[in-house]
């Protein structure tokens, strides 16, 4: 397996964890809104996507209707959502600094907004390490599974495909970096991932961010 020339990390689940915070306020609303849902099925269904595209999805499917600022009302109540519990996933920042010690370009690439990147990331202390390249899925006009978030950060980054490799958790982002032509490496040590959904989509498991530097070569 070649050296990559770009790293994309994820976000949610992979440098942050949020994932569980999340879905677990996505369920509540939703449910209030008349699509009455779990947890469990928004963390396997929703987990990777953007809001936009999870009240598309919903609104397409069956007569629910989020509301027209359904996305606004979400992303501004994401601050005090993550305002207190939100940490980074133990121990990816070792990895991230074997990345740059190697001098590998990296990035992150979000279903979320950039401005929820910084909240999250910042509460972490890992956002001066991502502040030069984040990439959100507003910037794109499809979000995952597409991959068009994936190839607008490798271009913009200035790397083909074939040379970048992504850090995932979620279905939706590894079936994403496959359609881009990229290696997916998929974390699921989440008891709530979907290890089998995750190998389906082409991704190679990986349970511990301690094993990563191992099975991705940066040397």
């Given at each position: 397996?070649q050296v990559?020339?770009?790293v994309?990390?994820?976000?949610?689940?992979?440098?942050v964890?949020t994932?569980n915070l999340?879905n677990r306020?996505?369920?509540e609303?939703?449910?209030?809104?008349g699509?009455q849902?779990?947890?469990?099925?928004?963390?396997?269904?929703?987990s990777g996507r953007s809001i936009?595209?999870?009240?598309?999805?919903?609104?397409?499917?069956?007569?629910v209707?989020l509301?027209?600022?359904?996305?606004?009302r979400?992303?501004?109540?994401?601050?005090?959502l993550?305002?207190h519990g939100?940490?980074?996933?133990?121990p990816?920042?070792?990895?991230?600094?074997?990345v740059?010690a190697?001098?590998?370009?990296?990035c992150?690439?979000?279903?979320?907004?950039?401005?929820?990147?910084?909240?999250?990331l910042?509460?972490t202390?890992?956002?001066?390490?991502?502040?030069?390249s984040m990439?959100?899925?507003t910037?794109v006009?499809?979000?995952?599974?597409?991959?068009?978030l994936?190839?607008?950060?490798?271009?913009?980054?200035?790397?083909?495909?074939?040379?970048?490799?992504?850090i995932?958790?979620?279905v939706?982002g590894?079936?994403a970096?496959?359609?881009?032509?990229?290696r997916?490496?998929?974390?699921?040590?989440?008891p709530?991932?979907d290890?089998e959904?995750?190998v389906k989509?082409?991704?190679?498991?990986?349970?511990d961010?301690r094993?990563?530097?191992?099975l991705?070569?940066i040397?």
């Open positions: 397996m990559p020339k770009l994309i990390f994820d976000c949610d689940g992979v440098l964890d994932e999340a306020r996505l369920a609303w939703l449910s209030e809104a699509f849902t779990t947890f469990e099925y928004c963390r396997k269904n929703f936009a595209s999870v009240q598309k999805e919903i609104e397409a499917e069956t007569d209707r509301g027209a600022d359904f996305v606004e979400w992303n501004a109540g994401l601050p005090d993550f305002a939100v940490e980074a996933i133990p990816v920042r070792d990895f991230i600094e074997k740059r190697a001098g590998i370009a990296y992150v690439a979000s279903s979320a907004r950039v401005s929820k990147m910084h909240i999250t910042g509460q202390g890992l956002l001066p390490l991502f502040e030069h990439f959100s899925s910037m006009a499809r979000g995952k599974p597409f991959p068009d994936f190839l607008h950060a490798a271009k913009t980054m200035g790397f083909a495909p074939a040379d970048c490799i992504v995932e958790d979620s939706a590894t079936q970096g496959i359609a881009a032509g990229m997916v490496f998929s974390y699921h040590a989440d709530f991932s290890p959904g995750l989509a082409g991704g190679i498991l990986f349970d961010m094993e990563l530097a191992g991705v070569p040397h």
